[in-house]
């Protein structure tokens, strides 16, 4: 008997190499144009539309118009869950590019999943916040305490980001560290309130977080 819903469509757009390259490249949260895209992945343009194309129809991907311009995303947070913990299993079973980019360490300390910090400091993060009493599990997941609420408030989120339409608080399990980092409309909050403060700064062309030194040590000082 075949039951639940059928996953191999999603895999096989997935697992083609190209489209891989795209969705990859998109976990930065940035939304790019199909020629930007087409680089990315190695392809043509015409190739590149095909490809486009059938990640949207599958609702991996939206597309918003500017000008003459337009831009593709990650269509939400499901989908980008999705990635991560994909490449998570693809990390644990040795699935690693042959030839690694010299920015992997960096990737691997701080870099952008989507829309809130993964890596080393991500997990830092929610594991140094969790550790103070900042979380409690309910029937919903993860929620912010009123210990939360205060520590998040010492670096400026006050009042909490709205979270009508997404968690405040979720898990997302980290590729790289095989732990969780924190994700929903705090994780983004946080990420971008590291970057106003200049603590970090996102690399251009890269998912790469660059903290500086001084930033770095006012995290850890924050977080206790």
Partial sequence: MR???N????????????????????MSGMALTATELADAAGVTRQT????????????LLAVE????????????ADVAQLLESMMGVAFGTGAVRVRSSPREPALRK???????????????????????????????GVALTDAGRALVAQVGIDPLPSAARRPLCRHCLDWSERRHHLAGALGTALLERFQQLGWARRVPDSRVLAFSA????????WLG
């Fill in 7 to 26: 996953i191999a469509n999603i895999a096989a757009l997935i697992g083609d190499q190209a489209r891989a390259e795209v969705l990859n490249v998109l």
């Fill in 214 to 221: 001084d930033g770095e040590a006012a995290l850890r000082a």
């Fill in 3 to 5: 039951d639940g819903p």
């Fill in 110 to 140: 701080a870099r952008v999943c989507y829309d809130h910090l993964a890596g080393e400091l991500g997990v830092l993060v929610y594991e140094s916040l969790a550790r103070r009493g900042a979380f409690a599990l309910d029937a919903g």
């Fill in 65 to 76: 118009a500017q000008g003459r311009h337009r831009y593709f995303r990650i269509a939400d």
């Fill in 48 to 59: 590149i539309s095909t490809h486009l194309a059938k990640l949207r129809e599958a609702g």
